[in-house]
């Protein structure tokens, strides 16, 4: 097959860098009204290494500024995936950032930092790496609040022995010092390594009185078999005492369906303790081969987490954040769909599309996105399986890498109505189905110009469908 050089826009409403290769969301904090985004970012190019925390603020979690990198690599050693947490100490702010170093001889160690400036400039503790196993596949320190029945507060983190499938729970009163608590894990598949995992309470259905915690990891198949599907996240729901976290089922459950959501973790201090998650939008599959210049690498939109009920099981809800829901109701209706012929409608490929129908009228529907180059994103809910799939396909789609071409599968009820927000950002595209209960997110590759939405139902039945454009916004710029 012919290649040729694929047009891929810049997005302009999810934060990627102005320029080089990202990958993990890293230190996710809110601190004196900022939003911080660290994240896993090389310097020095666009492919992955030399890997250092690079740094974003932003007041909206829309509009987005690219700071200096914050924490760059060293001789021998690479700054991997961690977290960062917010105190006050005498009315003074501080933030406390824990990283992975990456040693050249292969071993992985928990390092610390610390920021009194608001998180522009960091000071490392000199007894670094603070916490040591003596092992190579340790990392991912994520850092989380704590407080019992009795009141008494302290500090949990968690971190993985990658290879092993496990997640190890730590414990500190002073965010220097951790004693080993626990270990949950192995479970699930053994041809996978575990990464960047976090731990997070919710209310079920909003009750405070019911409170789940949910662990959330994200599995990278290695070996030589290894599943062509490439990475993914997944979660369980169970329940923490501040020492072991405990679940009824064994079952890691799928987070996002699609190929292109991964090692996605939670702000710390948000407002109102809202849970709030951002993931790298790509796939350690074909990220090396996605051909965006002169950056390759993007966040998801930022997410807020629920439980809710379904079937009398509580299930994981991601809903869009804010600014999209505002964009939302803002939007312009399109004339509904009550024939079987298509329905055709051009939006600016950073736009956000709302549709709502009855399978019981409409039977089998299908949406298609077409832009300027050759390939093509195609949606199809069909009510005698009730499944709605997800397909990126076509010449320039199979050009990217061999296992880009794609089908998603989301299982639904298939006789019960169905809402779908479609946010398309240039090559990025999510699919919120039935308000957050499923998600879908993918990379595309439909040119950079103008896209036709298709729409066809197998029998006349309404279609509400409803379009907005998002319009251009700086969400890289660099102070």
């Known amino acids: 097959m012919e290649i040729r050089k694929l047009p891929i826009p810049r997005p302009t409403f999810h934060f990627t860098p102005q320029s080089n290769w990202m990958n993990d969301p890293n230190g996710l904090v809110f601190d004196r009204g900022l939003w911080h985004l660290y994240f896993q970012y090389n310097p020095e190019g666009p492919d992955w290494g030399n890997m ?7 007041t909206d979690l829309q509009n987005w500024t690219e700071h200096p990198v914050a924490l760059p690599y060293r001789q021998g050693e690479q700054i991997y995936s961690g977290s960062v947490v917010a105190t006050q100490t005498n009315g003074d702010s501080l933030l406390t950032a824990y990283y992975t170093s990456a040693f050249e001889n292969g071993r992985q160690a928990q390092s610390r930092a610390t920021s009194s ?3 522009f400039t960091w000071e490392q503790d000199p007894q670094n790496p603070v916490l040591d196993r003596g092992t190579n596949a340790f990392r991912d320190p994520k850092v989380i609040r704590y407080t019992d029945d ?8 968690l ?14 009163t002073d965010l220097r010092s951790w004693t080993h608590q626990s270990t949950f894990g192995p479970l699930g598949d053994d041809r996978v390594v575990w990464e960047c995992p976090d731990l997070v309470p919710l209310p079920v259905d909003d009750d405070p009185n019911n409170i789940k915690w ?6 990278n198949p290695v070996g030589e078999d290894a599943d062509p599907d490439g990475s993914s996240m997944s979660y369980i729901i169970g329940d923490f005492d501040g ?3 405990t679940t009824e089922t064994t079952e890691l459950l799928r987070l996002d369906h699609g190929r292109d959501f991964y090692a996605g973790v939670t702000f710390d201090n948000a407002p109102g303790n809202a849970a709030i998650m951002i993931a790298w939008m790509s796939n350690w599959r074909y990220a090396g081969a996605f051909p965006s210049a002169p950056w390759r690498g993007s966040m998801s939109l930022p997410r807020q987490l629920s439980l809710r009920t379904s079937a009398g099981v509580a299930r994981l809800v991601q809903e869009p954040p804010e ?3 505002t964009s939302l109701a803002e939007s312009q209706p399109v004339p509904r769909l009550d024939t079987a012929q298509p329905l055709s409608f051009a939006v600016s490929g950073h736009s956000l599309i709302d549709l709502r129908w009855d399978p019981a009228s409409t039977g089998t529907l299908r949406l298609k996105l077409q832009g300027d180059a050759d390939a093509q994103v195609s949606i199809e809910h069909s009510p005698t399986s009730g499944a709605l799939h997800l397909t990126r396909q076509g010449r320039d789609t199979q050009a990217v890498h061999a296992d880009f071409p794609s089908t998603s599968t989301v299982p639904l009820d298939g006789t019960a109505p169905v809402r779908l927000l479609l946010s398309l950002d240039g090559p990025l595209l999510e699919v919120f189905v039935n308000d957050g209960e499923s998600t879908v997110s993918n990379l595309v590759v439909l040119g950079s110009g103008t896209v036709t939405a298709m729409i066809t139902t197998d029998e006349p039945g309404q279609v509400a469908v409803a379009m907005i454009n998002i319009p251009a ?3 890289a710029r660099q102070d």
């Not at 250092?52 to 932003?58: C, D, L, Y």
């Not at 009795?150 to 983190?157: K, P």
């Not at 993985?160 to 500190?172: I, N, P």
């Not at 949910?214 to 599995?219: E, N, R, T, Y």
Request: net charge negative; glycine share 8%.
């Open 52 to 58: 250092s925390w690079g740094h974003a603020s932003s």
């Open 150 to 157: 009795h009141g008494d507060f302290r500090w949990i983190m």
């Open 473 to 475: 916004l700086d969400c």
């Open 243 to 245: 020492t072991a976290f």
């Open 159 to 172: 971190a993985v022995e990658a290879e092993d499938r496990q997640v190890l729970f730590y414990h500190s």
């Open 323 to 325: 600014f999209i829901r």
């Open 214 to 219: 949910v662990l959330f990891i994200s599995k």
């Open 117 to 119: 400036d608001g998180g």
